[in-house]
């Protein structure tokens, strides 16, 4: 575990997953640095595995062009996470979207994620 704190590590992770995404390169190799094959996402009731998180990454790519993330509270032992966030994602035609993120997951021992799920909502009026 690294001695970042719960809520570094979470803005530490996602932002730099994010930047990676957006800079473009090879979509297998970034995800793969993040979460580990065996990933399941659960967000708002939908699952994204490996695949279907590679294939996610393609419309992020074309419509983002940069996220800036506030962790408004997290807390993490050595193999779960638990988090509230606001992700503000710039998007190529220069709106803002806002969403709120309530994450728990599971950590693999090298710091990848292995398992999430997340409810979230728009913020962006907020």
């Known amino acids: 575990m690294s001695d970042l704190s719960a809520r570094e590590f979470v803005a530490d992770f996602f932002e730099s997953f994010t930047r990676e995404v957006v800079a473009g390169g090879d979509a297998e190799a970034v995800v793969d640095r993040y979460y580990t094959p065996d990933i399941e996402q659960v967000a708002d009731g939908v699952t994204l595995d490996r695949q279907r998180l590679i294939d996610h990454l393609r419309p992020v790519r074309k419509n983002v062009v940069s ?10 032992t050595a193999d779960r996470l638990a988090a509230r966030f606001t992700i503000h994602a710039e998007t190529r035609r220069g709106r803002t979207i806002s969403t709120e993120v309530y ?17 979230t909502r728009d913020v962006s009026a907020s």
């Open 67 to 76: 996220c800036k993330y506030d962790v408004h509270e997290a807390i993490r």
């Open 103 to 119: 994450l728990f997951g599971e950590l693999a021992p090298d710091g990848r994620i292995r398992r999430t799920t997340q409810a």
